[in-house]
């Protein structure tokens, strides 16, 4: 009964009820779609950075980490990469044999890290083969072939087929130099990836070596990022001894900024609100000061003051449900239509490579924002509910009644 | 006469006047305390980023930014030196020679940036001796060298062990080098941490046999504002034969960083200003259309229209300027105090700070402009929303609206 007077109540002042309802649904809109951006240039940053090089799970030696030296690498590691690809959920699996070095050419040197895979493995958990802008993935007869990424072919003044010179120390603490041919030239969206990592193939880093074959790291792509926390401690407890990580403990700032995009559309939302707790406080404020002498009719006949302010709270409320209901539709459909096509920033092309996110965005809202959100509407309309309400609720019916 | 007319009238209705000035207190509190912390930080973060080691502009040789060969270094003397320091503005003006080389202590070798510097030129801009953790800071005569904590770490060396550099010098001249290490520093950004190695100037020049030149001259400005003039002044000096570098081609990711941040900065600043509108135009309509009988009873007696329009046109600028007035009054003590007190960002969002190069500190910027233009902005919203009294004065019918 109440809710129907209520509802009535709130098309009593159509212009002024949709002025408010419009003012909402507009705020709302504007501040999920912002939300929905800004969650997707987190997401981009995720995928972009697992996709390029950490995949999900990485084992190392422990040593490793405190000390990238040759000699730290994984103790029986092919044994390991080979136990693990077996583990149900895994994907793929890829050891990496990672070597600190120089890169010179006859104009400049740079310092990268030299990476040794088994191209057929590392494809299937890495995305660098999609990203050759010149050349074939190691798919040559070359002697030594590499693969470096394009910022440092330029600074490096190199071409595909050029030769580069790489030195790196042995695991007799010797230096070692190793003419390599260019075969491939990668670009992904981190300039500062392309500049300091190298690939080449495994078997050419142990011949070099004189070693039999050593890994340093065991990359691992799982089936989906849902089955992360399971297999990590599966492959925690299987291994005791080596250092087990997820990507987020790998690269902390990606997980945190990814992280801080959904607290941000959280505050965002919060201070849209509050923007819009002063306005509904003002509409519903001078539509009791207008009915003031109904409102004082209605408690002398003898409605309970209770539900007289039952009536105002509920007036608040569907208004702004309303507006939100308003607010979610058209934020949604806009939010669904870029998440389908994808909104492009290449104007800011740079940056966002520079933070590791691709120049396209697919914008979208998690499932829990759909309904935390309605819930902070609702908190907010009682709160701005509240003083006109109390207005409400302390009319004196003899003095409404006679004066207005 | 028509100012004190519309002042009364706000009065008339004390509460939602106040309700009014309310929202757009707390819409100019927000917009300028937010404006303020972007601005300041900014201008924090590039003060710092250029201080910290580029400086403001770089006179280098031509094609050295992009391959970083020494092959490019150039000779600027002594008297040119103290020209460009005679330019305006100009506060220090600081020579380095900069080169990859390997570094090898024991059986452990690190490829290395290495830095030769001026040690009272270099600490007088970067304050490079604060950074010291062990040891003595660099003087012009002995031949040790500084090293980087994680550096050190690595190749596990502590003041008063010896380190050997292996490179090469100028014009593929092979660069060795045996030095002790006197110092050790500690830089936030771990890129740095884990590769600088400086030693003195001369040193430098005679371990990569490029004697009496340098790779490139950092030079400081007082201001960014000035940064422009002595430009000019540096352009004119060398006529071309070197490149000059500015700190925004050197750190175009800072740019850009910077623009898109304040792009949605901008963005939440317009969707919290069209919810603000909305709020200032509900209740400037509500006050109008409820007092059509009161208009129309002035207009049947002779007032003219347009000076009735007047009278409510300024009742909505002085509603919004009360508020933008009080929003702006009550946001100094807040800008200020933080601006002399700066929130230092602690925990894992100051890591995400630090992959930028840009100590983690949140600054407030007391430019005036800041104030001004939210000014400016809540006038525009105000007149825009006058408007609706102006065209619903001008269609009133007096017979009508007294009747009804």
């Known amino acids: 009964m109440l809710a129907s007077l209520a509802w009535k109540n709130v098309w009593r002042n159509k212009k002024r009820s949709l002025i408010m309802i419009l003012a909402i649904a507009l705020g709302l809109w504007g501040s999920l779609l912002a939300g929905a951006i800004w969650m997707g240039w987190g997401e981009s940053m995720v995928n972009t950075a697992i996709d390029r090089d950490l995949s999900h799970i990485q084992i190392h030696n422990q040593k490793y980490l405190q000390n990238k030296e040759i000699t730290n690498f994984i103790p029986d590691g092919f044994r390991v990469l080979k136990e693990t690809i077996s583990v149900p959920g895994v994907k793929a699996a890829s050891g990496r044999t990672l070597i600190e070095g120089m890169a010179a050419s006859p104009i400049s040197t740079f310092g990268v890290k030299i990476v040794g895979i088994l191209p057929v493995e590392e494809k299937k958990v890495t995305n660098i083969h999609t990203r050759l802008i010149e050349g074939k993935y190691f798919e040559s007869n070359d002697r030594n072939p590499i693969i470096i990424g394009k910022k440092l072919a330029d600074r490096l003044n190199l071409k595909l087929r050029s030769k580069i010179i790489i030195s790196f120390q042995g695991l007799d603490g010797s230096l070692i130099y190793a003419a390599f041919r260019i075969v491939g030239i990668y670009k992904t969206e981190s300039a500062l990836f392309d500049q300091s990592n190298v690939f080449v193939q495994q078997a050419n880093l142990f011949r070099l070596l004189n070693t039999e074959p050593i890994i340093h790291e065991i990359a691992i792509r799982l089936q989906s990022s849902r089955l992360m926390p399971q297999i990590y401690n599966e492959v925690k407890t299987k291994y005791p001894n080596l250092s087990v990580q997820t990507w987020k403990e790998i690269a902390p700032e990606i997980a945190v900024t990814s992280a801080a995009m959904e607290s941000f559309t959280y505050l965002f939302l919060s201070i849209i609100l509050l923007a819009l707790l002063f306005g509904i406080t003002n509409t519903m404020l001078m539509s009791v000061m207008e009915r003031i002498r109904e409102l004082g009719v209605l408690i002398a006949v003898g409605m309970k003051r209770i539900k007289v302010f039952t009536t105002i709270l509920l007036e608040t409320i569907m208004l702004s449900l309303t507006g939100a209901a308003g607010g979610f539709a058209i934020g949604g459909i806009t939010i669904a239509y870029f998440s389908y096509t994808g909104i492009d920033f290449s104007a800011f092309a740079s940056t966002m490579e520079s933070f590791g996110a691709s120049p396209t965005l697919y914008p979208f809202l998690p499932m829990s924002m759909y309904i935390a959100l309605p819930l902070m509407i609702v908190i907010t309309a009682s709160l701005s509910a509240a003083l006109p309400a109390w207005k409400a609720v302390h009319i004196e019916p003899a003095t409404a009644v006679r004066i207005y | ?404």
Not at chain 2, 208 to 233: C, E, H, P, R, W
């Open chain 2, 1 to 404: 006469m028509y100012i004190a007319l519309s002042w009364r009238n706000l009065w008339r209705n004390k509460r939602r006047s106040l309700i009014a000035a309310a929202s757009v207190f707390f819409a100019v509190l927000l917009a300028v305390v937010m404006r303020s912390v972007q601005n300041g930080s900014y201008a924090y973060m590039i003060h710092s980023s250029v201080k910290f080691y580029t400086g403001y502009l770089q006179i280098q040789g031509k094609g050295y930014w992009d391959n970083r060969s020494l092959d490019q270094s150039i000779v600027i003397n002594k008297k040119q030196q103290q020209e460009i320091l005679n330019i305006p503005h100009v506060i220090s003006a600081v020579p380095r020679l900069e080169a990859f080389s390997l570094v090898s202590h024991e059986k452990v070798t690190k490829v290395s940036q290495i830095i030769g510097i001026d040690p009272i030129l270099e600490n007088n801009m970067t304050e490079l001796k604060k950074k010291l953790v062990k040891g003595k800071y660099l003087t012009d005569s002995p031949d040790g060298v500084l090293i980087g904590q994680g550096l050190a770490d690595m190749l596990k060396v502590s003041v008063g062990d010896s380190v050997v550099l292996f490179g090469q010098g100028y014009h593929g001249v092979i660069a060795a080098a045996r030095l002790p290490v006197v110092g050790i520093v500690k830089f936030p950004i771990s890129e740095m941490n884990n590769a600088m190695v400086f030693l003195s100037l001369p040193n430098a020049q005679n371990i990569f046999s490029a004697y009496g030149k340098i790779t490139s001259l950092a030079i400081m400005v007082d201001t960014i504002k000035n940064q422009n003039k002595v430009y000019k002044s540096l352009k004119a000096m060398f006529n071309n034969q070197y490149t000059l570098m500015t700190w925004q081609e050197m750190m175009p990711d800072l740019v850009q960083g910077i623009e898109i941040d304040n792009a949605s900065g901008l963005v939440m600043l317009i969707i919290l200003y069209i919810v603000i509108a909305f709020g200032i135009f509900g209740t400037i309509m509500m006050m109008t259309s409820e007092r059509a009988k009161e208009f129309a009873v002035l207009i049947s007696i002779g007032m003219k229209k347009i000076r009735l329009i007047w009278v409510s046109s300024l009742e909505t600028v002085f509603l919004a300027f009360l508020g933008a007035f009080a929003g702006t009054v009550v946001s100094l003590p807040i800008i200020f105090y933080f601006h002399y007190n700066p929130i230092p960002i602690t925990g894992n969002a100051a890591r995400a700070f630090d992959t930028l190069g840009v100590e983690p500190i949140f600054n407030f910027s007391t430019e005036p402009s800041i104030f001004i233009n939210q000014a400016i902005v809540v006038l525009i919203i105000a007149l825009a929303t006058a408007l609706y009294p102006a065209l619903f004065i001008g269609k009133l019918d007096p017979v009508k609206a007294i009747k009804s």
